[in-house]
């Protein structure tokens, strides 16, 4: 296996791991508005990468052997489909944490919206309340 792409993988791991231990510590510190359901998929998620970067690391050291690739050629091509159906794993995992994440933000969007359009009835009605006690002190002129 080359050098850098050891590296690399290292590199990609610990950053996952660092991002996960982040989310966590946010989620527990009260910064996060995720529900624990989608901290555990998003913790899920990061496990499920660092098993794939696990994976390539093992699979570059172990196939690059061209004497046991000759005699596990199929044992090759099964290793790296598995790896192939975790990355695909990893995409699904990611559109779902999209959706729960999308749907957070249209939650909290319609409450902005409701509480403007509170706010909006309310200076309304202090406005025509106001109107109406400028009217009542407004003497009126006899003819």
């Known amino acids: 296996m080359p050098y850098g792409a050891g590296v690399f993988l290292i590199a990609a791991a610990v ?8 989310q966590v510590l946010q989620y527990f ?16 998620t990061a496990l499920v990468v660092l098993a794939i970067i696990t ?3 093992v699979g570059l050291l172990q196939f690059s052997d061209t004497e046991y690739l000759r005699a596990h050629g199929a ?6 489909s ?26 909290a969007q319609a409450e ?9 009835e309310s200076l309304a009605r202090a406005r ?14 006899s003819q």
Do not use: C
Request: net charge positive.
């Open 112 to 120: 902005i919206y409701r509480q403007m359009a509170e706010l909006q």
């Open 29 to 44: 510190h009260g910064r996060q508005l995720i529900s624990g359901s989608h901290l555990i998929l998003r913790v899920v």
């Open 55 to 57: 994976g390539i690391f």
């Open 82 to 107: 598995l790896l192939a159906l975790g990355t695909v794993a990893v995409v699904i995992l990611a559109m779902a944490d999209y959706r729960l994440v999308e749907r957070a933000r249209h939650r």
């Open 75 to 80: 044992l090759f091509i099964v290793y790296w």
């Open 128 to 141: 025509q309340k106001q109107q109406e006690n400028n009217n009542a002190e407004e003497p009126v002129e």
């Open 15 to 22: 950053a996952v791991v660092v991002m996960m231990v982040f």
